[in-house]
Every structure is written in structure tokens, then in C-alpha cells.
């Protein structure tokens, strides 16, 4: 059992670290980055799905998420 919770930790921390990299990468949309890795940690279980959707409902994470969209806006050239 002590193997199986490890490998599920290893697994989120991985699931985690390759949608920040792929929504600070541009290349691919950020919110396809998020609902790519929300999908995939309900698909393998990683955590119960309203565990997973509970952090969008708290409006410090939903003020954050849009500062960074203004902010990538304003810094693009054009």
C-alpha cells in the first residue's frame, strides 16, 4: 500500500510540473494545459474529481488566473 500512495504522489507531482510547463510554455493554450491536466488526474484517480474542481471556485486562484492573462497581454508585442 505504502508503494501504491507513492506512486501516486509521483504520478500528480508529474501531472502538476508538465501543465505548468505546458501553460507557461505557449505553446499550447493555457486553459488546455489546465483542462488537460484536470482531466488526466481524474481519469487516473489522483484525487476525487470535486477535490480536483474545488480550487477553481476560490476567487483568490480565478483573480490570479486572470492577472496572468492581462499580464501576458499587455507584454505582447504588437
Known amino acids: 500500500m505504502l508503494v ?3 506512486a501516486v504522489t509521483v504520478v500528480a ?3 502538476v510540473v508538465a501543465t505548468l510547463a505546458a501553460m507557461t510554455s505557449a505553446k ?3 486553459v ?3 483542462a488537460t491536466g484536470l482531466a488526466i488526474g481524474g ?3 489522483l484525487a ?3 477535490a480536483l474542481l ?3 471556485s476560490n476567487e483568490g486562484v480565478v ?3 486572470g492577472m496572468l492573462v492581462i499580464a501576458k497581454e499587455s507584454c505582447t508585442p504588437g
Open 4 to 6: 501504491y500512495r507513492f
Open 13 to 15: 507531482a508529474v501531472v
Open 28 to 30: 499550447v493554450p493555457p
Open 32 to 34: 488546455l494545459a489546465l
Open 43 to 45: 481519469i487516473f484517480r
Open 48 to 50: 476525487p474529481v470535486p
Open 54 to 56: 474545488s480550487g477553481l
Open 63 to 65: 483573480t490570479v488566473g
